[in-house]
């Protein structure tokens, strides 16, 4: 399988990009798929550098996965219409990535893993001033 481009390591094959033709029927010119690549690692960075150290290094393969079908999505807005299958999959591909962001799924194997903020695990303390109206001193009122 050809290997077209690899940007921090996201790997695309032919396979990946399959129905993916310029117009004069030859594979996608590899600057366009590096640009392509680009915008999905960029996306991918922008999600998860909340919680992990980015551009990954080693890219896990879990980050391969998702970045694929978005790179292919990017490739197919070029043109006038996105294949259903593409679209489904980039969508799909932004679900798993907020679901990172939101701290509610983990990206296995990656470096530098931050966690999430905890939810108020303990209850909230509050400080404030001694009261002034007690039950006792409006007693009568």
């Known amino acids: 399988m050809a290997l077209y481009c ?22 996608p010119d590899p600057a366009v798929v590096n640009r392509a690549i680009a915008e999905a690692s960029a996306r991918i960075d922008a999600y998860c550098g909340g919680r992990y150290t980015v551009p990954f290094d080693p890219v896990p393969e879990f980050i391969r996965q998702l970045a694929k079908p978005m790179a292919a999505y990017y490739l197919y807005l070029r043109r006038e219409a996105v294949p259903e299958a593409r679209e489904a999959a980039y969508k799909d591909a932004l679900k798993v990535l907020e679901r990172i962001a939101e701290g509610k799924a983990i990206v296995p194997g990656a470096e530098g893993r931050q966690e999430a903020p905890a939810a108020n695990a303990g209850g909230g303390e509050i400080a404030s001033a001694e009261r002034l109206f007690t039950r006792d001193s409006l007693e009568g009122f």
């Open 6 to 27: 690899s940007q921090g390591d996201l790997d695309i094959t032919a396979e990946d990009l399959a129905g993916l033709t310029t117009e004069t029927g030859d594979q």
